[in-house]
């Protein structure tokens, strides 16, 4: 298979709206909720906000390994002091997060997301072996970009394919008996190259609260094994950047390219 080369496509006004660069690692069975809050003292001052979540869980096709604690250890939020970005810890996963608060906000880009990631990670990593908790043994990789496409109330699902050219409702049907669907879900998944994991897609729509338009969710996943003592880190984040961006201007039309305003 030919690869692309090149600059990797760029937008003015990309629809991302969140951006998680994260990995799983074997569970840390010494760690307690007094080491989480130990590590937020570390990190306080710059991450100052603190909210408690419920844990998130593994999907099947991938390797599982039991938590001990009995129940788990819930999954933390440490948020920066701008709020749009956080840290998730949990006794087996590690994820940092940049999302968008306002419509006004300007998508930082991924070398910014991902700088703050490695940096929260060599921290925790450095962390847990300084407070007896053991390396982390390193188990998967994911990055995810969340987009939303922004519509007219009722747009959407029809208006699926004006941003997904895949979908074709008005073009594909023989007979024309059905009305329009009233909601969408759509699941696709590529092979990254080198057996490094896969690509997904997730489709969805709701409705936005604040003024009622449509928004159509697409969510792009690149996930992977990882290595346990992380070395292969820096490619693998590579290789799912550069998929997730060719992915996403390869699944999108150019009608929604001009709206985002493409600019390579």
Known sequence: MVQPVGAL?????????????GLRFKPLENLTTTHYGIF?????????????????????????????QLPPLRRVFMIHTDQSYLMQLQPDRFLHNWRKLLDSAAYPHFGSARQKFTRGWELFRNFAVENNLGRPQ???????????????PDAFPKATSAYLPVFHWTDDRSDHFLPSPASIGMDLRFSLPENRGRLRLTVKHGRRRPDGKDVMQAELTAAGPAKEDGSDMPSFLDIAHEWIVRGFTDLTSADAHTKWERVR
């Not at 496509?9 to 660069?21: A, D, G, Q, S, T």
């Not at 419920?54 to 390797?63: M, S, T, V, Y």
């Open 9 to 21: 496509p760029e937008y003015n006004k990309p629809p991302v709206v969140e951006v998680v660069i």
């Open 40 to 68: 937020w003292s570390l990190i306080g001052q710059e991450y100052p906000l603190y909210q408690d979540w419920p844990p998130l869980g593994e999907e099947a096709e991938e390797p599982r390994f039991e938590i001990v």
């Open 138 to 152: 390193l188990v998967a990789y994911e990055v995810t970009y969340v987009n939303h496409f922004i519509e007219e």
